[in-house]
């Protein structure tokens, strides 16, 4: 199940860009961060995908939505332009940030290769 996240939640679960300069990731599991709004086609069509994803990795990886409708702070802070974008965060590393509405099975690889997750 896919979790929407809050700015404040976001601080808590994933980077507090408030009180860190450098990339600290503060969750337990490996995430994906889908960056969307309700209007965008291109993420309608990828939000069953990640649906599917969050259950075939159920307690490998965490994956989030954020509004940028909603939430345009965050949005700002991680200079999304284009929608649907995705902010890949390994549990140690640097995150990845991919733009538009990807297919599953490049999702799948990208979970691999970045996240070091496996099904």
Same mark, same amino acid.
């Given at each position: 199940?896919?979790?929407?996240l809050?700015?404040?939640?976001? /601080? =808590?679960?994933?980077?507090?860009?408030? !009180?860190? *300069?450098?990339?600290?990731?503060?969750g #337990?599991?490996?995430?994906?961060?889908?960056?969307?709004?309700?209007?965008?086609?291109?993420?309608?069509?990828?939000?069953?995908? /990640? =649906?599917?994803?969050?259950?075939?990795? !159920?307690? *490998?990886i965490?994956?989030?939505?954020? #509004?940028?409708?909603?939430?345009?702070?965050?949005?700002?802070?991680?200079?999304?332009?284009?929608?649907?974008?995705?902010?890949?965060?390994?549990?140690?590393?640097e995150?990845?940030?991919?733009?538009?509405?990807l297919?599953?099975?490049?999702?799948?690889?990208?979970?691999?290769?970045?996240?070091?997750?496996?099904?």
């Amino acid at each position: 199940m896919t979790e929407l996240l809050t700015k404040q939640a976001f /601080l =808590e679960k994933v980077f507090n860009f408030e !009180k860190n *300069k450098e990339w600290k990731f503060e969750g #337990d599991l490996p995430c994906i961060i889908d960056f969307y709004a309700d209007w965008c086609g291109p993420c309608k069509a990828v939000a069953p995908i /990640l =649906e599917e994803l969050s259950d075939d990795y !159920k307690g *490998k990886i965490n994956i989030y939505k954020v #509004d940028t409708e909603a939430e345009q702070e965050l949005a700002a802070a991680f200079g999304i332009r284009s929608i649907p974008s995705m902010l890949f965060v390994p549990k140690d590393g640097e995150p990845q940030m991919a733009q538009g509405a990807l297919p599953k099975h490049q999702l799948e690889q990208i979970i691999g290769d970045v996240l070091k997750a496996t099904k």
